[in-house]
């Protein structure tokens, strides 16, 4: 019915889409609860055999369509908000191309200026220039973060998405933005390359007669990159208009398509959310709030015990990261005075083939482990740090942003490997470069402490209760493994050693060499008795 409500309004919009969706969602929830109790109640015997497995089936997934359609309805209000059901709302849409990856998701190669009302864009401005267009409106000259300035000096909008929390470098863009004399914008939404291309897969493709070519899923990246790179013209310089010229098209084709389409666009959504391909930030509180409680905004995130996130960083590079296989090995050592020692080893290789354009070269990535506030290096090796002449130099005159002077006040440098350490959004951060010619294989690893220890003893009222009544004394070990955004191809394995002294009650995966894939933020959590 609601399907159906959808295909006779009048003048529809994606925010009456979904009035109209939670609406009907709002009647029908009171219904499928009534039957799922009603399934809860008849004994799958009495059922005829040929229909029994129907009967479970339904049984089994009617509770999770009720808990889908009740998330649907607390989300409705917020994606109204969003896309401008009461008011006009202006963004700072980024592109992010994630075969160039950078710590949020990809390098900014174009931005686009976006007024939307009730989901329907009522203005789409991309610059031809695209983010370098903003450099010369910039009043104020920072200097760049150390290791950026590989390739400037000068800090500026195209790389301001340095920090892998989305939060601080969604603030960092804005700051550039307006800095260049920009209006103020509610918020700002960054898009990886790729989740474009699935978006293309889904509305099917897309004809660009005046570029003589059909944009479809598997060529979009390669096409893309080609005409903003080589084939532009040279003297009109506006090598980004590609993505003006084929944004509107997409757009077109999502608000023109069926209820069907609707659907599925707004689950590719979901899944792009969830997997960081998009990333969230909004100036109005409340809103960021509710962002960053369902996890969109992308935000490096607290960690009772231990914690890991892993980032790369192209640097010169090229288009390289299309191409880069990422292995990570975790060694968790459980030590039997209660000390843990993690050992982070990193292999990336390059498939990519000498010469061949965009992916042939050199990758070039500055790598950072985000570790659990005061973590203590121990040993680290496998790098190939640039030569000193290749970096500019910044002038004396210049401005250190905030950000950057709080991380060098506490930043120090290990003399034997070069490695960078120091704090940044309550983590410490160990910093070293990688490079990875075509064919080739690199490793890195890290070995450090952490600021932890499983036998400390509890002075809780319901820990001395257990030892009154001579309950066995328990201890716990988790790590959260942070996804970063955008990258391609990586795989993590941990490995736990507990000691002699602990037996495991309850873990949450293997202790041996337990895979994870790149796709999802991950829990890994242990149960230990003390056998002292």
């Not at 709002?26 to 059922?47: F, M, R």
């Not at 195209?158 to 914008?185: H, I, K």
């Not at 009772?304 to 990570?328: C, I, P, Q, R």
């Not at 009650?505 to 041996?512: I, K, N």
Request: glycine fraction near 8%; avoid cysteine; hydrophobic fraction near 40%.
């Amino acid at each position: 019915e609601a399907m159906n409500a959808i295909k006779e309004s009048v003048n529809p919009t994606p925010v009456s889409h979904i009035a109209l969706l939670a609406t009907y969602i709002n009647s029908v929830i009171p219904h499928l609860v009534q039957a799922s109790e009603g399934l809860d109640s008849i004994d799958p015997k009495v059922i005829p055999e040929d229909e029994r497995e129907t009967f479970t089936h339904i049984k089994t997934e009617l509770p999770l369509l009720i808990a889908s359609l009740k998330e649907f309805r607390a989300l409705s209000d917020v994606a109204k908000n969003i896309l401008g059901a009461d008011e006009t709302k202006r963004y700072l849409l980024v592109f992010q191309n994630n075969t160039e990856i950078r710590p949020t998701g990809g390098f900014m190669g174009s931005f686009a200026e976006v007024k939307v009302r009730d989901g329907v864009l009522t203005q789409l401005s991309v610059p031809g220039g695209g983010t370098y267009d903003l450099q010369g409106g910039l009043r104020t000259a920072k200097v760049a973060p150390e290791p950026l300035q590989l390739l400037k000096a000068k800090w500026e909008f195209q790389d301001a998405n340095w920090f892998p929390d989305f939060p601080t470098s969604a603030r960092q863009m804005l700051q550039f933005y307006s800095d260049a004399g920009q209006p103020s914008v509610d918020g700002v939404i960054a898009i990886n390359a790729t989740f474009v291309a699935k978006l293309i897969g889904l509305i099917g493709p897309i004809e660009m007669a005046e570029y003589g070519r059909t944009i479809d899923e598997e060529n979009f990246l390669f096409e893309a990159q080609k005409i903003v790179e080589t084939e532009y013209d040279k003297e009109e310089n506006k090598p980004k208009a590609f993505i003006g010229d084929l944004a509107p098209k997409i757009i077109e084709r999502v608000l023109q398509g069926d209820p069907e389409l609707f659907l599925t666009l707004a689950d590719h959504v979901g899944t792009g959310l969830a997997q960081k391909d998009i990333q969230l930030y909004f100036s109005q509180e409340k809103l960021q709030q509710e962002v960053l409680a369902r996890g969109w905004g992308g935000a490096i995130v607290p960690s009772a015990k231990d914690y890991l996130m892993v980032v790369d960083s192209n640097l010169g590079g090229g288009k390289t990261d299309g191409v880069m296989e990422e292995k990570v090995d975790v060694l968790v050592n459980i030590e039997e005075d209660g000390s843990v020692t993690n050992t982070v080893k990193i292999s990336r290789t390059h498939h990519g083939i000498q010469g061949a354009i965009f992916t042939g070269v050199n990758n070039v990535n500055y790598l950072r482990l985000y570790v659990p506030k005061g973590s203590k290096l121990l040993s680290a090796h496998g790098f190939s740090i640039p030569d000193a002449s290749l970096f500019e130099t910044p002038s004396p005159d210049w401005v250190i942003d905030d950000n950057l002077e709080y991380a060098a006040v506490h930043q120090t440098r290990d003399e034997k490997t070069g490695t960078d350490i120091y704090q940044e959004n309550g983590k410490t951060v160990f910093g070293n470069w990688m490079q990875t010619n075509p064919g080739t294989t690199s490793t890195a690893e890290f070995t450090y402490k952490l600021p932890l220890n499983l036998l400390e003893k509890k002075t809780g009222v319901t820990d001395q209760l257990k030892k009154l009544v001579g309950l066995d004394e328990t201890q716990s070990y988790s790590l959260t493994l942070q996804k970063q955004s955008g990258v391609l191809d990586r795989h993590t394995s941990v490995s736990v050693i507990v000691p002699a002294n602990m037996q495991t009650m309850w873990r949450s995966q293997d202790l041996e060499k337990t895979l994870f894939s790149n796709d999802t933020d991950v829990f890994f959590g242990l149960l230990l008795k003390t056998n002292l």
